[in-house]
């Protein structure tokens, strides 16, 4: 049995499900940025989001009618909160369609676990985030993943870590298949929360993938590209500009604001823009020189020339 589909191609994930619950071909196709998902998650307000799982699980047990629709508008009101709770909508959409008093017991494996969220939620929460701690987090846990796993896991009870705060590796269910037209990759069918969770975390072990606090929002960003990127480039949750863009305009006035050489960079710059308004020269000569300065510029920031050259080079390019 599987709900939802989940695999990682490049620096993205995709998580697909079947819109009427029958485990068919995926009817519904999600992706987002790699770990954008399990980030989003830990950042969850779960207070808020506990309470549904109660009043859903009563619902349903009731077997009324008004009751069940209420309750499965509820889980799709879920599902759309945050992507993990599309598998227990497509579970239960599922579920219904197959009729609840032929399936009693994955009708009360179900119930349990509905009712077990607002305890479990939380409990994830905390062991993402200390797996992140130990495990992923650049700066605290280093650049190995793997070692540290090593480290923190009892292999011969592959199922428990020795630490009852990390979160525990789950039994998962993947096939190796084509993705995305022209790749293969793990996909996971997952039945649970927890399975997705424990498929990214592995994920990130098995490629080397470390988290790090952003330098401005204090949110945690997988570090798919440059380790030494210190600004996230996540969505930001009050529809800014991305911390990557706010944090290179940020160093980049700090440390140009007394810069001698940089004053005659911005002067030369400026004159030069000048000139596509006066005709003088063309919009792509202008491009062409900023860039050749910005070169220039880079050489001159990493010693490669001197501060008197570069100047030099502004008079005369
Ligand atoms: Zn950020």
Redesign the pocket.
């Known amino acids: 049995m599987w709900y939802c589909k989940m695999y990682f191609p490049g620096r993205h994930e995709v998580i697909e499900s079947d819109a009427f619950g029958t485990q068919g071909a995926p009817s519904q196709r999600k992706a987002f940025p790699f770990l954008e998902s399990l980030l989003s998650f830990t950042e969850l307000d779960i207070r808020k989001v506990a309470v549904a799982p109660r009043c859903i699980s009563d619902d349903l047990e009731s077997l009324d009618r008004e009751r069940v629709t209420n309750a499965m508008v509820k889980l799709g009101g879920l599902a759309d909160t945050h992507s993990f709770f599309r598998v227990l909508y497509t579970k239960w959409l599922y579920l219904r369609s197959k009729g609840f008093k032929n399936n009693g017991e994955e009708v009360t494996c179900a119930l349990d676990e509905l009712r077990s969220l607002p305890e479990e939620l939380p409990l994830y929460q905390k062991q993402i985030l200390h797996f992140f701690e130990l495990i992923l987090d650049i700066d605290k846990a280093g650049r190995e993943p793997s070692r540290q796993v090593l480290r923190y896991y009892h292999f011969d009870k592959p199922d428990q870590s020795s630490d009852p705060e990390l979160f525990p590796f789950r039994l998962l269910t993947t096939r190796f298949e084509p993705v995305d037209g022209d790749a293969c990759a793990p996909v996971l069918y997952a039945n649970t929360v927890a399975d997705m969770i424990s498929f990214s975390l592995q994920t990130c072990v098995e490629r080397s993938i470390t988290v790090r606090r952003?330098?401005?929002?204090?949110?945690y960003?997988a570090q798919t590209g440059r380790v030494s990127a210190e600004?996230?480039?996540?969505t930001?949750l009050d529809g800014q500009s991305?911390?990557?863009a706010?944090?290179a305009f940020q160093q980049w006035t700090l440390k140009q604001a007394d810069d001698p050489v940089f004053k005659v960079y911005r002067r030369e710059y400026k004159r030069r823009f000048a000139w596509i308004k006066a005709g003088r020269i063309s919009d792509s000569e202008f491009y062409a020189w900023s860039e050749q300065a910005r070169e220039q510029k880079k050489k001159c920031d990493e010693g490669i020339i001197t501060a008197e050259d570069f100047q030099r080079w502004l008079k005369e390019s």
Do not use: L
């Open positions: 952003c330098k401005n929002c204090g949110r960003f600004y996230c480039d996540r930001p991305s911390c990557r706010m944090g």
